[in-house]
Nanobody, 120 residues
Framework: QVQLVESGGGLVQAGGSLRLSCAVS????????MAWYRQAPGKQRELVAD???????NYADSVKGRFTISRDNAKNTVYLQMNSLKPEDTAVYYC??????????????WGQGLQVTVSS
């Protein structure tokens, strides 16, 4: 079983910064993709950024140049540094990870979600 524990959400004024963290634990052999998604009220969940173990990253156009995803493979942790925050960034942010158990089975799982609120 995989556990994803997120931290770092909260309330910030427009133009401010927040850093989200997500630690992955469990009987896992490896983590391939670590990602952040978000879901605003009344909207579908959308990809914010992802990072593969191979070193590639991908960002939503709306956050390019403002958000940075990074990961510490030794700690099985992914971070999302969010700068120049805008009210439209307000959403619940979810961590997602996939990879393989020691058994060879594939897993994919979500964190519990973090509220990020940006006031104007």
């Amino acid at each position: 079983q995989v556990q994803l524990v997120e931290s770092g959400g909260g309330l910030v004024q427009a133009g401010g910064s927040l850093r989200l963290s997500c630690a992955v634990s469990g009987s896992i052999r490896s983590i391939y993709t670590m990602a952040w998604y978000r879901q605003a009220p009344g909207k579908q969940r959308e990809l914010v950024a992802d990072s593969t173990r191979a070193g590639t990253t991908n960002y939503a156009d709306s956050v390019k140049g403002r958000f940075t995803i990074s990961r510490d493979n030794a700690k099985n942790t992914v971070y999302l540094q969010m700068n120049s925050l805008k009210p439209e960034d307000t959403a619940v942010y979810y961590c997602h990870a996939d990879g393989w158990y020691y058994s060879g089975s594939y897993y994919t799982d979500w964190g519990q979600g973090l509220q990020v609120t940006v006031s104007s």
